[in-house]
């Protein structure tokens, strides 16, 4: 018999447990952000926008709606 094979990007399927737990954490962390003030989650919009700014660059010329926000919240 072959022995397993221990290489940690091999990845396996997660237990229903765990694919649970991942609900739940992610389910909490929606209920947690739809709590903030409206001004953090325009101040999390921008800098979402700033970070996924030279990805979409290096890609090429930029639609209009593709450029960051010159504002700050």
Do not use: C, D
Not at 13 to 41: D, G, S
Request: glycine share 2%.
């Amino acid at each position: 018999m072959p022995e397993p094979i221990n290489n940690p990007t091999v990845h396996t399927m997660p237990v229903p447990e765990e694919i649970e737990r991942i609900f739940e954490a992610k389910r909490a962390w929606h209920e947690k952000q739809a709590q903030l003030p409206l001004k953090e989650k325009v101040a999390i919009l921008l800098r979402m926008q700033r970070n996924s700014y030279p990805i979409l660059k290096a890609r090429g010329v930029l639609k209009p709606w593709q450029m960051p926000w010159n504002v700050e919240p």
